[in-house]
């Protein structure tokens, strides 16, 4: 069975670039969820996708956004970096039936902006 | 914003020691979860207890929940220098669309 794995482990941009984050769910799930985790702090649910559609999102503005394709892996997108947009980015998934079973989480991406 | 508060926000023991954590919610909810988070890396799932359990076991762990206090603990029994670590409650909200919401955690640290 392969967990979730995530790709780059760290990153560094600009302010105003854009970014695109990929997560491989573990085998067998269909949702899967992000997370931003400043220094410090507790992960930060950003959306979470099922199916392919977005089933949920927390509090953060249109320029994130996301994908999940038919083979359940997933791109988190962020538009117009901002500084505050560092942080570790997680993604998670699980069966389906949503965010009521144990999440599966990556190692994460380390993204820097400067 | 953030729905569970843990405390203490940071613990410091010896090993063998038990540790106790705390996590306090807003909302209603279905379930409530409890994550491991070594050095920034990605959490790792301990337990999972649901709103119409009171107490949960698993290995060294034990979880307790009290929806009337809205409230859980997390205690750690015979601590090791391996369970130092960042330790997270989440709760799934009801109603509306999912949400999966983390408090801010509390850093444990046990001693050799």
């Known amino acids: 069975e392969t967990g979730v794995t995530q790709s780059p482990t760290h990153l560094i941009k600009t302010r105003g670039q854009q970014v695109t984050l990929r997560c491989s769910s573990q085998?067998?799930?269909?949702?899967v969820s992000w997370y931003q985790q400043a220094l410090g702090q507790g992960p930060q649910f950003i959306f979470q996708?099922?199916?392919?559609?977005?089933?949920g999102r927390g509090n953060f503005p249109p320029r994130f956004s996301g994908l999940q394709f038919p083979n359940y892996s997933s791109e988190l997108n962020v538009n117009a970096l901002e500084l505050d947009d560092s942080a570790l980015y997680l993604c998670?998934?699980?069966?389906?039936?949503?965010?009521?079973?144990?999440?599966?989480f990556g190692p994460g991406t380390r993204l820097t902006v400067l | 914003s953030q729905q569970g508060e843990e405390d203490p926000q940071a613990l410091s023991i010896q090993e063998g020691e038990n540790a106790t954590m705390n996590c306090s919610y807003k909302?209603?909810?279905?379930?409530l979860q409890w994550y491991r988070q070594n050095s920034g890396r990605g959490l790792v799932h301990l337990i999972l207890?649901?709103?119409?359990?009171r107490e949960k076991h698993s290995g060294r762990l034990r979880v307790t929940l009290d929806t009337s206090k809205k409230s859980s603990s997390l205690l750690i029994t015979a601590s090791r220098a391996a369970d130092t670590a960042s330790y997270f409650c989440?709760?799934?909200?009801?109603?509306?669309?999912?949400?999966?919401?983390f408090g801010k955690g509390t850093k444990l640290t046990v001693n050799p």
């Open positions: 998670a998934s699980g069966p389906s039936g949503g965010l009521t079973y144990t999440q599966y």
């Open positions: 085998s067998g799930h269909n949702t």
């Open positions: 996708y099922y199916r392919e559609e977005e089933n």
């Open positions: 909302t209603s909810i279905n379930n």
């Open positions: 207890i649901r709103s119409n359990e």
């Open positions: 989440a709760t799934v909200t009801q109603g509306g669309s999912e949400k999966l919401v």
